[in-house]
């Protein structure tokens, strides 16, 4: 039982590239969700799923956009890198609003 | 005013000591309280809820204030391993869950 994984563990990026965020998680839960955290911002949520096939915007989700084809698969994509989305990335899965969220190991990602 | 506040610390404590920290939220109606704890360079990870009676789990205790609109942690008996950051977190209006900046806790031998 892996829980949430998440890929790739680090990566860094030129100002202008594109990337994709892979996250999964075998707990057959309906809820996803993307965060960064940032010193002193705590987590800040991106984006969110309540379903296979569906997404929502979180907090702070200019600059980002996801995908939700498979319930186990959550995909945060960038498409035009810039600096200030240098961060570490969290995924987490739920059985819903008020349960505990579990968390894969994050993404640390920089843009130069 | 953040909608979730933490006082950062860090907060240096001998081990065996008694350690609080408090968390303040701003938004009257949010029903859903937690506090998460997180390692250095690792993910968050559900420490405990918390109930409007107050609930607590072995040597930590998590107290709801309504009326003052903050939530409390106590650690007992502090051991090393209990060093981390201490994350509050608030549901909040659209059911999302808003997290405090954290409170760094190192326990010393």
């Known amino acids: 039982n892996a829980g949430v994984t998440q890929t790739p563990k680090f990566r860094v990026l030129k100002t202008g590239q594109s990337m994709t965020l892979l996250c999964a998680q075998d707990m057959n839960h309906e809820y996803m969700y993307w965060y960064r955290q940032d010193p002193g911002m705590g987590l800040r949520l991106i984006h969110y799923s309540v379903g296979e096939g569906t997404t929502a915007k979180g907090e702070v989700p200019d600059g980002y956009n996801v995908s939700r084809l498979k319930k186990q698969n959550f995909l945060l994509g960038l498409e035009s890198a810039a600096p200030s989305q240098t961060s570490v990335y969290f995924c987490?899965?739920?059985?819903?609003?008020?349960?505990?969220?579990?968390f894969g190991p994050g993404t640390r990602l920089t843009v130069t | 005013r953040k909608e979730v506040e933490q006082d950062p610390g860090p907060f240096n404590v001998p081990e065996g000591a008694t350690v609080a920290f408090n968390c303040t939220y701003s938004n009257s109606a949010s029903q859903s309280f937690f506090w998460y704890r997180q390692d250095c360079r690792k993910e968050p990870k559900l420490l405990m809820s918390v109930y409007s009676s107050g609930n607590e789990d072995g040597r930590f205790t998590a107290q709801l204030n309504r009326a003052s609109q903050y939530i409390s942690l106590l650690i007992r008996d502090s051991k090393l391993s209990d060093s981390a950051t201490y994350l509050c977190?608030?549901?909040?209006?659209?059911?999302?869950?808003?997290f405090g900046g954290g409170t760094r806790l190192m326990v010393k031998p």
């Open positions: 987490a899965s739920s059985p819903g609003w008020v349960y505990e969220q579990y």
């Open positions: 977190v608030v549901n909040n209006a659209g059911n999302m869950l808003t």
